[in-house]
């Protein structure tokens, strides 16, 4: 793959496109019509420094920017854990539709009938690839749904006379679990990982007391590592009279292969973006279901899909439960981000049983692919056999002076997203690649290729990852900077780019 020597031009900030009497659209014509909402004393008449342009000028300056993001649609995104799956265009097709996205959740249920059985059907497909005995649908995001998990823990042992106070947590764990435990008032217990990179039944064994209310483990793991002694543990944990909670992030590993429910879990959340490809991140809607064995079902959110017989006593007609008195409550307004489910929905379907299986198989195949292509090169920290995705280190390339990060920036050049750095925390210099199913091999051998150049030039021009990215209409920023000084005003982000300019623009060109 060749590298082009030339930075793409510098986006200039809107604001210094304006032009005084440009303008797009003017709300007084729409006045003219029809009265206007707001008492004329809360509108302003200008607003000093406010960009002044057509409707193209704008059109094109935010297409343009939108153009130099990295997604899933145009390059590959290899974060682990994180798990950037590739969503399909029907979904999006399917979740527009006026039926699903034109309704509104206070139409009267008899009116919603087909949207109250995608829900019911989400639920049953949930239940039966995790193998437990049902499902809430109503968590927002994966985070959520694991809170709603430790409350239900909570609310069983409360039943049980004692709530308990710890909870045991892997040091490998997503950063969320912690914080789910923290927030439902439990102290985090850790759990330190073998030379495997596994729990390990006798580590766990000795941290059982009558105080630990749950264990949350991720399988496969943050390391992409499936725990072995799952079974043995879990039987640990229950005998124990604790509860056996599983983060589901990553299910991509485990659909028609294993089911949570019989390695032991109790509770269970999915993250709907991670497995079932629906959109990830930026801030939008997500979906982080809640799976529990059957007796845990009284403590879901409510309201529940329940059926009862119409007036004609043809068939069930579907309603909202809400009469729930053992229930956590709501966590989420309405019941849940529905047009989110609908893609889920149509991605099992479009899938079928059959189809998710093999969507493990090949996201599998694919880590281990990207394993068996850098091995050698990069530092693999356990030998233990990868699922879906792979950890390696930058220690190879440290005797060179060269960083995770420096090797992140560089792929920047080569077309790639940086796979996930410095996560998890419990290897040092960690690179997690995670390729999921949805990439062809021309697409993981250039991502190797690539790779093996970013080894070549650590031991031959060290300096070029050090200035990496060298092809962004920016150099490297100052993360650290950026974190704790964030820009909040126009004018301070205009000032910092001329900055940034007179500081590319004093660089010495390459090999002067």
Known sequence: MSLTERKPELEAPIFEKSGVGRVGYHPSAAADACEPRLDASLLRDDLDGFPELSEPEVL???TRLSSLNFSAVTNFYPLGSCTMKYNPIVNDRMASLPGFCGIHPYAPTETVQGALELIRDLEHWLAEISGLGAVSLQPAAGAQGELTGIKIIRRWHLAQGNARSKILIPESAHGTNPASAALSGY???????????????DSVKALLDDEVAALMVTNPSTLGLFEVEIAEIAKAVHDAGALVYMDGANMNALMGKAKPGD???DILQFNLHKTFSTPHGG????????AVRRDLEKYLPGPRIAEKASAAEK????????????????????????GILVRAYTYML????????????????AANYIRAGLVGRYHL?????SLHEVVFTDKVQNAHGIKTLDIAKRLLDYGFHAPTIYFPLVVAGAIMIEPTESESVETLDAFIDAMLRIADEAENDPQRLHDAPETTPLARLDETRAARHPVLTWK?????IDDERDSQSAQPEKGA
């Open 60 to 62: 094109r300056h935010y």
């Open 315 to 338: 068939q069930g007609l579907l309603y909202w439960d809400a009469d729930r008195p053992d229930s956590v409550g709501k966590v989420r307004s309405f019941y849940g981000n529905f």
């Open 263 to 265: 390695m032991g879990a």
């Open 350 to 365: 479009a899938c079928g049983g059959d189809g998710l299986t093999e969507i493990t198989e090949k996201a599998v195949l």
């Open 283 to 290: 801030g939008g809607p997500g979906a982080g279901p809640v």
């Open 381 to 385: 920290p356990y030998d233990t056999a």
């Open 187 to 201: 102290d985090a217990v850790v759990i330190p990982t073998d030379e495997r990179g596994l729990m390990s039944a």
């Open 492 to 496: 301070r982000a205009s000032e910092d």
